[in-house]
């Protein structure tokens, strides 16, 4: 297997990555929820976003909203069903 190929899924059709997070715009997410968490952390605030996908969970997200990009920890194995509980998990980890 060439290493220098990402591991991605699509959701929604959008491909994210699998072992890291994948950085994208707020364009990218039109049809996605966007949660913005009033916790910062680095260069942004925690969050999550969803797709608009029926019973989709949540990704834990750094909202980015000065550069109105986003980074989504869709390669999480772990699920959230609320955005806030996502937005806490990222704000809890390293």
């Not at 991605?8 to 994948?22: E, N, S």
């Not at 999480?76 to 937005?87: I, L, Q, V």
Request: with cysteine; hydrophobic share 35%.
């Amino acid at each position: 297997m060439d290493r220098n190929k990402q591991k991605k899924r699509i959701v929604a059709d959008i491909p994210i990555k699998t072992d890291r997070p994948t950085e994208l715009t707020f364009a990218d997410l039109y049809t996605w929820v966007i949660w913005q968490y009033p916790r910062r952390k680095g260069t942004g605030l925690c969050g999550a976003v969803r797709p608009p996908l029926a019973n989709h969970s949540w990704f834990p997200a750094l909202i980015k909203h000065h550069d109105q990009r986003v980074e989504v920890h869709g390669h999480m194995e772990r699920e959230f069903s609320t955005p806030y509980d996502a937005a806490v998990w990222l704000e809890n980890s390293a």
